[in-house]
């Protein structure tokens, strides 16, 4: 990559996941290659690590999200 460092799309992934915890919206993220929806309900981070909680209580650790897409609708 030209000695050029990575780009970490995390940073993406977390805007996309804020925007729609902040409006209670739904988002598809892809983890191990398979699209899921979860009703975001917020993202928080404890013991360094960022996390997606679903409105179920459900948590998805955000280093484990390949993409995040919203839900159009």
Known sequence: MNGEPPIDW???ILDVLEAAAL??????VRL???WQRVRMLDV??????DWLVGDGGERIA???IEMARPVAG
């Open 10 to 12: 995390r940073c993406g």
């Open 62 to 64: 955000v280093r484990l």
């Open 32 to 34: 191990d290659g398979r």
């Open 44 to 49: 928080v981070s404890e013991s360094g690590e």
């Open 23 to 28: 409006h209670g919206e739904q988002v598809e």
